[in-house]
């Protein structure tokens, strides 16, 4: 009897920036403090691209070569690199592009993936479809994005959340039960109003008045986002355990995006799982979009074992959602 391939995770790498904005430097540019941050939202600290011309592929590029190198993986057996993202260097070339180029990936084919936060779940659950069809043997996703780009500094309420960073992950077949072996990816467009970006696309271009009014920054109403993210979540987790039968001692890790500490606490309560069996860099890292999930996995890839049950969960701008059930599958 044949087995089913899997598609599974064979390695996992990050990169973050050098220069640390704290919650202390953040007091001096905006009305805020220590005690304020950490009590809403569990950040402490977030890493911030720095320099001219520095786009999110500065991001991406040193994760993936990392990938590479670690997994002893030759660039050129790389067959598809696809790129979550909301901050690309530029509307084209796409920032996977850009990537591939640059770690040498020339037999592979690369685009980006739009989702918000919700991206790099989308991208790993498409990858996943490329190898389980038999069609690819060696798919790389990544996660990246230069927040810094798009968030106020004048905001209070957004510029405490987001920091830059990117993660990767190696997809492969698998005959032996590891990998991705379900998901739920859902989305909702009524969620537009609560978070998105006024200006930069073709509803409304770039101009000296989108401009001006400060239409080009990241928009979002915290409470709205807060109720839908805590009861999608959650209940998308339930879903994924009901449907697997699985309880909550079998998990090993609930793998949560990175919004918010509050939002981490309220999922992992109602979906009975223990505050040490929830992978957080919140307090390091902050809300770095689509690049939270690989990062968590990049931090955690040490404590993590063959046959581990993990589950991902994730929601974004759109509104978009999901979560996915994976065993780990390699020390």
């Known amino acids: 009897m ?4 899997r598609a599974s995770i064979t390695g996992v790498h990050g990169y973050v920036p050098e220069y640390i904005l704290t919650n202390e430097k953040l007091e001096k540019m905006v009305d805020t403090n220590d005690e304020w941050i950490t009590t809403r939202t569990g950040i402490k600290e977030r890493r911030i691209l720095e320099g001219t011309n520095q786009g999110t592929s500065v991001l991406g590029i040193p994760a993936v070569r990392g990938l590479l190198e670690k997994t002893n993986t030759d660039p050129r057996e790389i067959d598809l690199l696809i790129c979550a993202t909301i901050t690309p260097d530029m509307i084209t070339p796409a920032t996977a592009n850009i990537i591939a180029h640059a770690v040498g990936a020339t037999n592979a084919f690369s685009y ?6 919700s991206g790099f779940l989308y991208a790993l659950i498409t990858g996943v479809q490329f190898i389980e069809t038999g069609k690819y043997k060696k798919v790389v996703v990544v996660g990246a994005d230069k927040m810094s780009s798009i968030v106020n500094y004048e905001d209070r309420n957004s510029c405490i959340l987001f920091g830059d960073g990117a993660g990767a992950v190696l997809l492969e077949p698998n005959s032996q039960g590891y990998g991705i072996i379900d998901s739920i990816l859902k989305g909702d467009g009524n969620g537009e109003q609560y978070l998105h970006q006024k ?7 770039p101009s ?4 001006a009014a400060k239409e080009h920054y990241v928009y979002q109403e915290g409470r709205a986002v807060y109720r839908f993210a805590v009861e999608k979540m959650a209940e998308v987790v339930l879903e994924i355990m009901k449907k697997n039968n699985l309880h909550h001692e079998d998990i090993k890790f609930l793998v949560p995006h990175q919004a918010n500490k509050r939002i981490l606490d309220a999922v992992a309560q109602r979906a009975g799982i223990k505050e040490e069996q929830v992978m957080i860099t919140i307090q390091e890292f ?13 931090r955690y890839e040490s404590q993590l074992q063959p046959g581990d049950k993990l589950i991902i969960t994730t929601f974004g701008g759109g ?13």
């Open 112 to 117: 980006d993936l739009q989702a918000a936060c």
């Open 199 to 205: 200006a930069g696309g073709s509803r409304r271009p």
């Open 2 to 5: 044949r087995t089913a391939i």
């Open 286 to 298: 902050g809300n770095t979009t689509g690049a939270t999930i690989p990062l968590c996995l990049w």
């Open 319 to 331: 509104f978009t959602w999901g979560a996915a059930y994976l065993t780990w599958a390699y020390k």
């Open 208 to 211: 000296a008045e989108t401009i």
